[in-house]
């Protein structure tokens, strides 16, 4: 039998742990297995759809371009997310797109960039 691989949780290594945890729990719609406890948190989807997402605390901020995290995440309703995203403490930010670009870069509060992508109902 060959086994399967599978996300099983995405890991966020961040500074500001208190504002990232709700910003991620609020944008996703994910709720905590387990209490927030020593820097560590781990959210789950409250549906079993989706992997994990895991906080990890650092001691220090992120510099420069190294980023410590890149998520697409996918929608129908690309506007609404963004300015839902953008509600809750994400910000915008200065990406050069091509006319043909389908998705929006954004902050969260800690700094990683991520996409809001456009995908295209399904039929």
């Not at 895991?54 to 220090?60: A, E, H, I």
């Not at 998520?71 to 809750?88: F, P």
Request: glycine letters at 8%; one cysteine or more.
């Amino acid at each position: 039998m060959v086994g399967k691989l599978k996300i099983g949780s995405i890991v966020i290594r961040c500074y500001e742990f208190d504002r990232m945890f709700a910003f991620w729990r609020d944008a996703l719609h994910y709720t905590y297995r387990e209490a927030p406890a020593g820097g560590w948190v781990i959210l789950r989807d409250p549906h079993g759809g989706g992997p994990n997402v895991s906080l990890d605390q650092v001691p220090d901020r992120r510099t420069g371009k190294r980023s410590r995290l890149h998520l697409d995440l996918y929608t129908e309703d690309q506007k609404g997310e963004v300015e839902r995203l953008v509600s809750i403490g994400a910000t915008r930010y200065p990406w050069r797109y091509k006319p043909d670009d389908d998705f929006v870069v954004l902050q969260d509060p800690d700094g990683n960039l991520f996409c809001v992508v456009h995908v295209p109902p399904e039929t």
